[in-house]
């Protein structure tokens, strides 16, 4: 599902060259779970935007579901964004819109037929826990609620890769857990998941595959 | 999708607010002084084709030449070239045509010893010799004919009309040209201002995978909206203001350009007009650029 060859990213501010990864390798199957960890700044997020293209690595090899990502060109971008879900520390939800409109902004823009939109919204949001909320705003919905959402939205474009960066961030350690349970609820029902947080303790909580990124290398790739 | 794009299109020129109603206001005012120059520049047009058409160089001959002697001069006159018709005119002719002229005061003519008028003949020049140089020239040829005792007409003032016209038409496209780069200039700002509000919508749009066509299409099509919206309101104001000057004009009209009747813009016109503003919109909109893509 995801393969990385001898991927190296350097930033260029100016005359200054930042390496934010270097020499990274490794490969996620289909159906696994893998936890992406290592200090902030290590080069997590970097990671997770080469695989979705919003950066282009300055070097090595990028697979993600069947497209060959460093020789995709611009217009095939959306193609491989389809098939792929993404999730952040912020929820991202537009506020003028409902959480039910949230998430079916997200396949109308995709141009799903209009009658698959409303079972599939109210699906995600039943996987999320949250069909009883979606009429609600998103600033009448809780930090917990409002990432849920977030993640109903990328379910709902049944991808096949699911990626989080730092996913509960902004959460307290109960509403963490019960995300963090959603997110192996989904991994049980067959998506694939990278996630990437700095926490440590989450990482070891979850108990799966664990790669760890030092200074932009990867030094640790256990479990799972 | 047609629906989410007119949905999200309608979202947009909500979200352009008060810089899009000046946008609107901008491309109805530089429309609609195109247009008005325009519709001058039409009937002034009209008019000096009209003048052209009704054209005659008289040529006045020093006697009256006897029958047989008519068609081998009006032979001559043609070979002269630039000439579209020849009507010869005998002493008898002018003399019926000054009485039908002065009407109830004819008898006045019937008082002379003898008919005072030459015999002429009248020269139309053809149509694309009407300039002012072939006339003239023509002119002077036909006054070198030995029969020929004066040369009466010209073009000059028929050209002044001309060249007033053109100098309608490029004022208009002068001022509307101006107006219309303010316009395109206000959409665009318009534009990036929607671009700036939706900002954190197109990065959604982005992160799911939309194509970049849905995410500009409303943006363009807000633009065309609000450039057709300027044209149909250019296009009213110049009617009413057509309707509302005409009957005070028309007589002024007969009078000093012999126009019978003013006219509006053609369809084909109207169409050009309407698609102008759509097209200066969709500009506008094209050309804002916000954040581009990654
Ligand atoms: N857009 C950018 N331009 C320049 N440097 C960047 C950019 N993004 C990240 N970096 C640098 O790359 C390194 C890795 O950052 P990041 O991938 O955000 O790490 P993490 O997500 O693990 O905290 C850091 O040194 C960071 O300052
Ligand atoms: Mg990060």
Redesign the pocket.
């Given at each position: 599902m995801v393969q990385l060859q001898r991927v190296g990213k350097v930033y260029r501010l100016g005359p200054v060259r930042i390496q934010a990864l270097a020499d990274v390798s490794f490969r996620v199957g289909k159906g696994e779970f893998a936890i992406l960890t290592g200090p902030?700044g290590a080069g997590?997020?970097t990671l997770l935007r080469l695989l979705y293209r919003e950066e282009v690595p300055s070097e090595g090899e990028i697979q993600v579901a069947g497209f060959d990502v460093t020789a995709l060109r611009r217009a095939e971008v959306p193609m491989l964004r389809r098939a792929i879900g993404i999730v952040f520390q912020d929820a991202k939800l537009l506020p003028g819109r409902t959480a039910y409109e949230n998430i079916a902004f997200g396949l109308r823009v995709l141009g799903v037929p209009r009658r698959e939109i409303t079972p599939r919204v109210f699906q995600a949001l039943k996987a999320v826990g949250l069909s009883a909320r979606a009429q609600a705003l998103p600033a009448q919905l809780s930090l917990g609620e409002q990432q849920r959402v977030a993640l109903a939205r990328a379910l709902a474009k049944e991808p096949a890769l699911l990626l989080a960066?730092?996913p509960t961030g902004s959460l307290d350690e109960a509403v963490s857990l019960e995300v963090l349970d959603l997110f192996h609820q989904i991994w049980q029902r067959g998506t694939t998941i990278l996630l990437?947080t700095?926490s440590r303790t989450l990482a070891s909580q979850l108990k799966r595959r664990t790669l760890v990124l030092e200074s932009g290398r990867l030094v640790k790739d256990e479990g799972g | 999708m047609l629906g989410f794009l007119l949905g999200e299109t309608v979202r947009d020129l909500r979200r352009a607010g008060r810089v899009g109603v000046s946008a609107v206001f901008l491309i109805t005012l530089s429309l609609a002084a195109l247009g008005c120059f325009w519709l001058l520049s039409l009937n002034l047009g009209r008019a000096v084709a009209e003048w052209r058409e009704r054209l005659r160089v008289i040529a006045y001959l020093k006697a009256e030449p006897p029958p047989e002697a008519v068609a081998p001069l009006l032979k001559r006159i043609e070979a002269l070239g630039g000439i579209q018709r020849l009507r010869y005119v005998d002493k008898r002719e002018a003399l019926a045509t000054l009485k039908r002229e002065l009407g109830s005061q004819a008898g006045v003519v019937d008082q002379l010893p003898s008919n005072p008028l030459p015999a002429s003949v009248e020269v139309t020049p053809a149509r694309d010799a009407a300039t002012p140089e072939a006339t003239r020239a023509l002119v002077q040829r036909l006054m070198e004919l030995p029969e020929v005792e004066e040369v009466q007409g010209g073009t000059e003032w028929v050209e002044r009309l001309a060249q007033w016209q053109r100098l309608l038409g490029g004022i208009g496209l002068g001022v509307g040209g101006v107006l219309a780069l303010a316009a395109i200039l206000t959409v665009t700002t318009a534009t990036t201002l929607v671009l700036h509000v939706k900002r954190a919508e197109m990065e959604i749009m982005r992160l799911v995978g939309a194509t970049e066509a849905v995410i500009r299409v409303p943006l363009l099509l807000q633009g065309l909206l609000q450039g057709l919206l300027g044209a149909v309101m250019a296009l009213g104001s110049l009617w009413l203001a057509y309707t509302v000057a005409l009957p005070r004009l028309e007589p002024l009209l007969t009078l000093t350009l012999g126009l019978q009747r003013a006219s509006f813009l053609s369809p084909l016109e109207v169409v050009l007009l309407l698609g102008g503003g759509g097209l200066l919109g969709a500009f506008g909109g094209l050309l804002a650029r916000g954040r581009g893509p990654a």
């Open positions: 902030s997590k997020t960066d730092e990437a700095h | -």
